[in-house]
């Protein structure tokens, strides 16, 4: 069984700083994907980044990019210029690309972010 | 495009009773799984449905049940209510590659 960790339950940025929140993940599957979710206080659970294991290339939305280390199978995610809006508990999630096991994500326990003004 | 919708979005139900509850996924999307949320547990997967079948079940108990439509819709089902049961119960649509896209989640309070 796959198993997802985040070592950070909370983490704190100044705002316009960078902050890195770590993930690591343990499976025995070549073929996956990982993700980055916001969860704000709203409770909607909004994707952040998405990383398909194939892909050497780490992958970047904006402000938003991730530290891929597949041997390592850490996944962590950096927050450029940090904005008071990015607030939110972040989970790191994993979904296997094994069509059996495709709708089923394992998430971690989460990180509390806050941003300080 | 729409989002997923969950309804209700709060729901307060009484020990031993049975609730409901819909998600409708974005359209197009034919994988719709479930989760519950809460602070002592995180989030766990319940189970997912595709194309009206149940792919994928997590490890909860047999008074947790759901089913999907030919619509793609999808409800679930907790029968026999337990106050460990209150929880945000999230639904998530699956797109074509791999991305889950959340609801609002129903939260779910059993007295």
């Known amino acids: 069984a796959q198993t997802v960790t985040q070592s950070q339950p909370e983490m704190s940025v100044q705002e316009a700083e960078t902050v890195t929140l770590s993930c690591t993940y343990d499976?025995?599957?070549?073929?996956?994907?990982l993700f980055w979710y916001k969860q704000p206080p709203s409770r909607q659970m909004i994707l952040v980044i998405r990383?398909?294991?194939?892909?050497?290339q780490n992958a970047t939305e904006n402000r938003f990019s991730v530290n891929f280390q597949k041997a390592a199978k850490s996944f962590s995610l950096k927050i450029s210029d940090s904005q008071l809006g990015d607030a939110a508990m972040y989970f790191c999630?994993?979904?296997?690309?094994?069509?059996?096991?495709?709708?089923?994500?394992?998430f971690g326990d989460g990180t509390t972010l806050t941003v300080k003004p | 495009k729409a989002g997923v919708t969950q309804t209700p979005r709060y729901l307060i139900k009484t020990r031993g009773q049975q609730v409901t509850l819909s998600c409708s996924p974005i359209s197009g999307h034919r994988s719709v799984s479930w989760y519950q949320q809460t602070p002592g547990q995180g989030l766990q997967f319940l189970f997912e449905?595709?194309?009206?079948?149940?792919?994928n079940k997590g490890n909860f108990p047999g008074r947790f049940s759901g089913r999907q439509f030919s619509n793609s819709r999808s409800e679930m089902n907790v029968s026999t209510l337990e106050l460990g049961d209150s929880a945000l119960y999230l639904c998530a649509s699956l797109s074509q590659v791999g991305e889950a896209f959340f609801g609002q989640g129903t939260r779910l309070t059993v007295v």
């Open positions: 999630a994993y979904r296997s690309r094994v069509n059996t096991n495709a709708g089923k994500s394992t």
């Open positions: 449905y595709f194309s009206e079948t149940q792919r």
């Open positions: 990383q398909e294991a194939y892909k050497q």
């Open positions: 499976t025995s599957e070549s073929d996956y994907y």
